[in-house]
C-alpha cells in the first residue's frame, strides 16, 4: 500500500476561484459530488477552511468549518448538532492517480488544518442509498464513526454522517 508515499498540496487563493482542470474534474464526478458551476465553485473556495488540491487536477479537496455561508443539507445537519467542526464538502481524485494514497494525504493534511484551527473534530457523509462501499472503507480506516443518519428526497438518496475526533 503507498499509504506513506507524499504529495505536494497546493491551497487555493480564496480569491482566484476554482481552476478550469479542478472544475472539469468536480463535473466529472457531479453524480457523487453534485455539480459546480464556476460561480458556485468560487464562492465554496472563498468559504472554505481548507480548498487544496495536488497537482495541476490530481485531487481536490474542499471543507469548511461551522462559520462558512454554505447552504447544504449535510453541512447544515451538522451545524444544527455541534457547535464546532470542520465538514469535508468533497474530496476527488482523479482516475490516473487513484491507489496512490493521494486521498489519505489529503486527509492527513486536513487533520493537521483542523487542530492547528482548534477543532476538535472532522465531520462528513457517505452515501448509504445509492452506496459506496470503497468510501465506507476508506472512511472506517481513518476511524470515522457513525453519527447519524438522513433520507435526501430532492438529491435522491440516503446518507450516513460520520465524525472522527481530532486529537
Known amino acids: 500500500m503507498a499509504a506513506d508515499v507524499k504529495?505536494?498540496?497546493?491551497?487555493?487563493?480564496?480569491?482566484?476561484?476554482?481552476?478550469?482542470?479542478?472544475l472539469a474534474?468536480?463535473?466529472?464526478?457531479?453524480?457523487?459530488?453534485?455539480?459546480?458551476s464556476p460561480e458556485k465553485a468560487a464562492h465554496l473556495v472563498r468559504e472554505a477552511a481548507m480548498a487544496c488540491r495536488a497537482g495541476e487536477a490530481d485531487a481536490l479537496l474542499l471543507a469548511f468549518?461551522?462559520?462558512?455561508?454554505?447552504?447544504?443539507?449535510?453541512?447544515?445537519?451538522?451545524?444544527d448538532r455541534f457547535e464546532r467542526f470542520i465538514y469535508i464538502d468533497r474530496v476527488v481524485v482523479s482516475?490516473?492517480?487513484?491507489g496512490r494514497g493521494l486521498a489519505r494525504s489529503l486527509y492527513t493534511a486536513l487533520f493537521r488544518r483542523?487542530?492547528?484551527l482548534k477543532h476538535s473534530q472532522v465531520v462528513c457523509e457517505i452515501n448509504l442509498d445509492p452506496p459506496n462501499p470503497?468510501?465506507?472503507?476508506?472512511?472506517?480506516?481513518?476511524?470515522?464513526e457513525q453519527v447519524g443518519q438522513a433520507v435526501l428526497p430532492r438529491a435522491g438518496k440516503t446518507v450516513r454522517y460520520f465524525s472522527r475526533k481530532i486529537d
Open 25 to 36: 474534474l468536480n463535473n466529472e464526478f457531479a453524480q457523487e459530488l453534485s455539480y459546480l
Open 134 to 144: 470503497a468510501s465506507d472503507a476508506f472512511h472506517a480506516s481513518l476511524g470515522f
Open 114 to 116: 483542523a487542530a492547528a
Open 65 to 79: 468549518d461551522q462559520d462558512a455561508a454554505y447552504e447544504n443539507p449535510n453541512f447544515e445537519w451538522f451545524r
Open 7 to 22: 504529495f505536494q498540496l497546493i491551497d487555493l487563493p480564496p480569491d482566484e476561484g476554482l481552476p478550469p482542470p479542478l
Open 95 to 98: 482516475p490516473a492517480m487513484r
